[in-house]
């Protein structure tokens, strides 16, 4: 996940993702046990007016970015694709994990003086 674009008038995994990005991932994690695109689609066009190649399109790029995992079951009309997320806890996480190492990264001593500043023990007096 790519933490060069943090939206900070967002919250959450929705600082990183597209507003479709982040319905599908909320339909994703109503349905606890996978789901079609085409389910996914019933759901989030009750949200927003989407095509279904826009929901199929946003599916295949959260796998590219391990978000979201398939599953291949063959049925009628061909192969289908069964999608599951990552639990946003684990999301969440590796935003912050990113996030911290991004700042480190690029502000070195200056950050990690700050963070032990802000968010180390503090001594009892």
Do not use: C
Not at 38 to 64: F, N
Not at 110 to 116: C, E, I, L, P, Q
Request: proline share 2%; hydrophobic share 35%.
């Amino acid at each position: 996940m790519d933490v060069d674009k943090i939206r900070l008038k967002k919250k959450g995994f929705e600082s990183l993702m597209s507003p479709l990005e982040s319905d599908v991932l909320s339909a994703l994690w109503k349905k606890k046990s996978g789901a079609k695109v085409r389910e996914l689609h019933k759901i989030i066009r009750k949200k927003r007016k989407v095509a279904l190649t826009s929901v199929a399109v946003i599916l295949d790029r959260l796998y590219d970015k391990k978000i979201v995992s398939r599953k291949i079951e063959k049925g009628r009309g061909g192969i289908h694709y069964i999608y599951s997320a990552v639990p946003r806890k684990e999301i969440e996480q590796t935003i912050m994990e990113k996030t911290v190492n991004k700042l480190i990264s690029n502000f070195g001593s200056v950050a990690v003086s700050y963070f032990n500043e802000r968010f180390g023990k503090k001594k009892n007096k």
